[in-house]
Protein backbone atom coordinates (compact mmCIF):
# COMPACT_ATOMS: atom_id res chain seq x y z
CA UNK A 1 0.00 0.00 0.00
CA UNK A 2 2.59 2.30 0.57
CA UNK A 3 5.39 0.68 -1.25
CA UNK A 4 7.89 3.65 -2.51
CA UNK A 5 6.59 6.34 0.06
CA UNK A 6 8.32 7.82 2.66
CA UNK A 7 6.78 8.15 6.08
CA UNK A 8 8.28 10.47 9.04
CA UNK A 9 7.36 8.87 12.38
CA UNK A 10 7.84 11.00 15.83
CA UNK A 11 7.91 9.82 19.21
CA UNK A 12 9.29 6.76 17.52
CA UNK A 13 11.31 5.09 20.38
CA UNK A 14 8.27 4.85 22.72
CA UNK A 15 6.47 1.22 21.84
CA UNK A 16 3.50 2.89 20.17
CA UNK A 17 6.01 4.95 17.77
CA UNK A 18 7.87 1.57 17.16
CA UNK A 19 4.75 -0.05 16.23
CA UNK A 20 2.83 2.55 13.97
CA UNK A 21 6.74 3.12 12.18
CA UNK A 22 6.47 -0.99 11.51
CA UNK A 23 3.55 -1.07 10.58
CA UNK A 24 3.70 1.35 7.80
CA UNK A 25 7.37 -1.00 6.77
CA UNK A 26 4.81 -3.52 6.88
CA UNK A 27 3.08 -2.22 4.30
CA UNK A 28 6.33 -1.39 1.93
CA UNK A 29 7.19 2.14 2.94
CA UNK A 30 10.42 3.36 3.80
CA UNK A 31 10.47 4.38 7.13
CA UNK A 32 11.98 7.72 8.94
CA UNK A 33 11.93 7.39 12.73
CA UNK A 34 12.80 10.44 14.75
CA UNK A 35 12.85 11.09 18.67
CA UNK A 36 14.76 12.51 21.58
CA UNK A 37 15.91 9.18 22.68
CA UNK A 38 18.99 7.89 20.20
CA UNK A 39 19.30 4.82 22.12
CA UNK A 40 15.53 3.69 21.56
CA UNK A 41 15.64 5.11 18.67
CA UNK A 42 18.14 2.93 16.51
CA UNK A 43 16.88 -0.20 18.23
CA UNK A 44 13.51 0.81 17.02
CA UNK A 45 14.60 1.34 13.39
CA UNK A 46 17.29 -2.45 13.90
CA UNK A 47 13.84 -4.11 14.43
CA UNK A 48 12.17 -2.98 12.00
CA UNK A 49 14.67 -3.58 9.93
CA UNK A 50 15.71 -2.25 5.96
CA UNK A 51 13.26 -0.04 5.52
CA UNK A 52 13.57 1.72 8.36
CA UNK A 53 16.22 4.48 9.75
CA UNK A 54 16.57 6.63 12.53
CA UNK A 55 17.50 10.35 12.72
CA UNK A 56 17.58 12.10 15.81
CA UNK A 57 14.55 14.57 16.15
CA UNK A 58 14.23 17.43 19.02
CA UNK A 59 11.01 18.71 18.59
CA UNK A 60 11.50 21.72 20.30
CA UNK A 61 14.37 22.81 18.06
CA UNK A 62 13.85 24.17 14.81
CA UNK A 63 17.02 23.29 14.04
CA UNK A 64 16.79 19.72 15.17
CA UNK A 65 13.29 19.56 12.71
CA UNK A 66 14.92 21.26 9.64
CA UNK A 67 18.22 18.66 10.09
CA UNK A 68 15.40 15.75 10.53
CA UNK A 69 13.50 16.77 7.42
CA UNK A 70 16.25 17.15 5.04
CA UNK A 71 17.65 13.61 6.11
CA UNK A 72 15.06 11.80 5.28
CA UNK A 73 14.46 13.76 1.67
CA UNK A 74 18.12 13.16 1.27
CA UNK A 75 17.95 9.30 1.61
CA UNK A 76 14.45 9.08 -0.22
CA UNK A 77 14.03 12.12 -1.96
CA UNK A 78 10.07 12.58 -1.10
CA UNK A 79 8.06 12.54 2.26
CA UNK A 80 4.55 11.05 1.48
CA UNK A 81 3.31 10.98 5.31
CA UNK A 82 4.27 12.37 8.61
CA UNK A 83 2.86 11.22 12.05
CA UNK A 84 3.23 13.60 15.19
CA UNK A 85 3.68 11.09 18.08
CA UNK A 86 6.26 12.80 20.00
CA UNK A 87 4.72 14.15 23.38
CA UNK A 88 5.47 14.94 26.91
CA UNK A 89 2.93 14.49 30.08
CA UNK A 90 3.90 17.28 32.40
CA UNK A 91 1.47 16.76 34.65
CA UNK A 92 3.73 15.42 37.38
CA UNK A 93 2.04 17.49 40.26
CA UNK A 94 3.06 20.56 42.20
CA UNK A 95 6.61 22.12 42.44
CA UNK A 96 9.31 23.58 40.07
CA UNK A 97 8.73 26.44 37.37
CA UNK A 98 5.20 25.97 36.43
CA UNK A 99 5.61 28.59 33.61
CA UNK A 100 8.31 26.54 32.49
CA UNK A 101 6.27 23.33 32.64
CA UNK A 102 3.77 24.79 30.49
CA UNK A 103 6.16 26.24 28.07
CA UNK A 104 7.52 22.17 28.00
CA UNK A 105 4.52 20.81 27.51
CA UNK A 106 2.83 23.43 24.83
CA UNK A 107 6.62 23.54 22.89
CA UNK A 108 7.09 20.01 22.42
CA UNK A 109 3.03 18.65 21.86
CA UNK A 110 1.42 21.56 19.91
CA UNK A 111 4.52 23.74 18.68
CA UNK A 112 7.03 21.23 17.97
CA UNK A 113 4.45 19.24 16.01
CA UNK A 114 3.03 22.91 13.86
CA UNK A 115 6.62 23.52 13.10
CA UNK A 116 7.09 20.32 11.34
CA UNK A 117 4.62 20.03 9.69
CA UNK A 118 5.35 23.30 8.20
CA UNK A 119 8.76 22.00 7.86
CA UNK A 120 7.85 18.59 5.43
CA UNK A 121 4.77 21.18 3.72
CA UNK A 122 7.03 21.36 0.70
CA UNK A 123 7.55 18.02 0.27
CA UNK A 124 3.77 16.50 1.34
CA UNK A 125 2.35 19.38 -1.19
CA UNK A 126 4.64 17.70 -4.04
CA UNK A 127 3.48 13.85 -3.35
CA UNK A 128 -0.08 15.05 -2.18
CA UNK A 129 0.87 13.75 0.85
CA UNK A 130 -0.85 13.44 3.84
CA UNK A 131 -0.45 13.78 8.08
CA UNK A 132 -1.74 12.47 11.23
CA UNK A 133 -1.11 14.22 14.46
CA UNK A 134 -1.84 12.18 17.81
CA UNK A 135 -4.39 13.78 19.89
CA UNK A 136 -6.44 12.23 22.46
CA UNK A 137 -9.77 11.58 24.56
CA UNK A 138 -7.80 14.06 27.00
CA UNK A 139 -8.27 16.30 24.91
CA UNK A 140 -11.93 16.63 25.38
CA UNK A 141 -12.71 15.87 28.46
CA UNK A 142 -11.50 17.13 32.57
CA UNK A 143 -9.70 14.47 34.25
CA UNK A 144 -8.54 14.60 37.92
CA UNK A 145 -4.99 15.24 38.22
CA UNK A 146 -4.08 15.98 34.44
CA UNK A 147 -4.55 19.72 33.07
CA UNK A 148 -1.43 20.76 30.92
CA UNK A 149 -1.76 17.16 28.84
CA UNK A 150 -5.26 17.48 28.30
CA UNK A 151 -5.04 20.93 27.10
CA UNK A 152 -2.60 20.32 24.60
CA UNK A 153 -4.22 17.63 23.48
CA UNK A 154 -6.75 20.01 22.76
CA UNK A 155 -4.35 22.15 20.72
CA UNK A 156 -3.60 19.65 18.90
CA UNK A 157 -7.22 18.70 18.04
CA UNK A 158 -7.39 22.25 16.76
CA UNK A 159 -4.19 22.24 14.87
CA UNK A 160 -5.58 19.52 13.04
CA UNK A 161 -8.40 21.12 11.91
CA UNK A 162 -6.56 24.89 10.96
CA UNK A 163 -4.34 22.81 9.21
CA UNK A 164 -6.17 20.67 6.95
CA UNK A 165 -7.79 23.81 5.62
CA UNK A 166 -4.86 26.04 5.27
CA UNK A 167 -3.01 22.31 3.47
CA UNK A 168 -6.34 21.39 1.51
CA UNK A 169 -5.11 23.85 -1.13
CA UNK A 170 -1.72 21.91 -1.60
CA UNK A 171 -3.93 18.78 -1.54
CA UNK A 172 -2.21 17.73 1.15
CA UNK A 173 -4.82 15.97 4.07
CA UNK A 174 -4.44 16.71 7.65
CA UNK A 175 -6.34 13.98 10.69
CA UNK A 176 -5.73 12.71 14.27
CA UNK A 177 -6.27 10.17 16.14
CA UNK A 178 -7.31 9.70 19.46
CA UNK A 179 -6.35 6.60 21.33
CA UNK A 180 -7.76 5.45 24.32
CA UNK A 181 -5.60 3.55 26.92
CA UNK A 182 -2.89 1.76 24.78
CA UNK A 183 -0.18 -0.74 25.87
CA UNK A 184 2.98 1.85 26.24
CA UNK A 185 5.81 3.22 27.99
CA UNK A 186 3.67 4.60 30.78
CA UNK A 187 1.56 1.93 30.95
CA UNK A 188 4.57 -0.88 30.91
CA UNK A 189 6.63 1.38 33.74
CA UNK A 190 3.30 1.58 36.32
CA UNK A 191 2.27 -1.78 35.84
CA UNK A 192 5.89 -3.11 35.54
CA UNK A 193 5.32 -4.98 32.89
CA UNK A 194 1.38 -6.38 33.98
CA UNK A 195 -0.57 -6.10 31.20
CA UNK A 196 -3.57 -8.55 32.80
CA UNK A 197 -3.31 -5.93 35.49
CA UNK A 198 -3.62 -3.13 32.37
CA UNK A 199 -6.69 -4.74 30.87
CA UNK A 200 -8.52 -5.40 34.25
CA UNK A 201 -8.59 -1.69 35.14
CA UNK A 202 -9.25 -0.51 31.50
CA UNK A 203 -12.12 -3.19 31.07
CA UNK A 204 -14.22 -0.42 33.64
CA UNK A 205 -13.50 2.74 31.27
CA UNK A 206 -13.82 0.91 27.67
CA UNK A 207 -16.48 -0.94 26.11
CA UNK A 208 -14.04 -3.38 24.72
CA UNK A 209 -12.86 -4.18 28.36
CA UNK A 210 -9.31 -3.65 27.40
CA UNK A 211 -6.38 -1.69 27.11
CA UNK A 212 -5.57 -1.18 22.86
CA UNK A 213 -2.27 -2.91 21.02
CA UNK A 214 -0.43 0.27 19.78
CA UNK A 215 -0.38 -1.83 16.06
CA UNK A 216 -4.47 -0.99 16.62
CA UNK A 217 -3.80 2.32 16.46
CA UNK A 218 -1.06 1.85 14.02
CA UNK A 219 -3.67 0.13 11.34
CA UNK A 220 -5.82 3.21 11.69
CA UNK A 221 -2.72 5.66 10.92
CA UNK A 222 -2.15 3.42 8.20
CA UNK A 223 -5.61 3.96 6.53
CA UNK A 224 -5.90 7.91 7.11
CA UNK A 225 -2.84 8.20 5.20
CA UNK A 226 -3.57 5.58 2.60
CA UNK A 227 -5.84 6.32 -0.70
CA UNK A 228 -8.25 4.11 0.78
CA UNK A 229 -9.44 8.08 3.06
CA UNK A 230 -8.90 10.09 -0.14
CA UNK A 231 -11.83 12.13 0.89
CA UNK A 232 -10.69 12.76 4.80
CA UNK A 233 -9.94 15.38 6.39
CA UNK A 234 -9.83 17.62 9.36
CA UNK A 235 -11.67 14.49 10.97
CA UNK A 236 -10.50 13.34 14.55
CA UNK A 237 -10.66 9.25 14.49
CA UNK A 238 -10.94 8.11 18.19
CA UNK A 239 -9.61 4.75 18.16
CA UNK A 240 -10.62 4.05 21.68
CA UNK A 241 -12.67 0.84 22.21
CA UNK A 242 -15.30 2.72 23.32
CA UNK A 243 -13.55 4.88 26.34
CA UNK A 244 -15.31 8.48 24.96
CA UNK A 245 -18.85 6.89 23.94
CA UNK A 246 -19.33 5.85 28.16
CA UNK A 247 -20.76 8.61 29.95
CA UNK A 248 -19.98 8.88 33.62
CA UNK A 249 -21.72 5.77 34.59
CA UNK A 250 -19.05 3.67 32.88
CA UNK A 251 -19.81 0.45 32.50
CA UNK A 252 -22.22 0.14 35.83
CA UNK A 253 -25.86 1.15 35.49
CA UNK A 254 -26.50 3.66 37.66
CA UNK A 255 -29.92 2.61 38.10
CA UNK A 256 -29.00 -0.91 39.21
CA UNK A 257 -26.90 0.58 41.82
CA UNK A 258 -29.37 3.14 43.44
CA UNK A 259 -31.81 0.00 43.28
CA UNK A 260 -28.90 -2.03 44.92
CA UNK A 261 -28.31 0.61 47.44
CA UNK A 262 -31.81 1.76 48.69
CA UNK A 263 -33.23 1.05 52.29
CA UNK A 264 -35.10 -2.39 52.60
CA UNK A 265 -37.69 -0.78 53.80
CA UNK A 266 -38.31 1.90 50.90
CA UNK A 267 -37.58 -1.24 48.92
CA UNK A 268 -40.17 -2.75 50.78
CA UNK A 269 -42.84 0.12 50.45
CA UNK A 270 -42.63 0.23 46.67
CA UNK A 271 -43.38 -3.62 46.68
Known amino acids: ?129 SIVNFASPSGRIAQAGRIRY ?16 EYAGDGIRVNSVSPGWTWSRVMDEITEGDRARTDAVASRFHMLGRAADAREIGEVVAFLTSSKASFVTGAEWTVDGGYSALGPEQTTSAIELLMRERPESHATSLA
Do not use: H
Not at 20 to 42: M, P, Q, R
Not at 70 to 90: F, K, M
Open 150 to 165: PVSKAGMLQLTRSLAL
Open 1 to 129: MFEGKTVLVTGAATIIGAEVAGVFAEYSANVVLGDIDADGGKGAAAAIGDRAVFVPLDVRSDASIRSFVAAAVERYGRIDVLVNIACVYGDDGPGGDARAQWLDVLNTNVVGAAMLCEQARTQLRDTAG
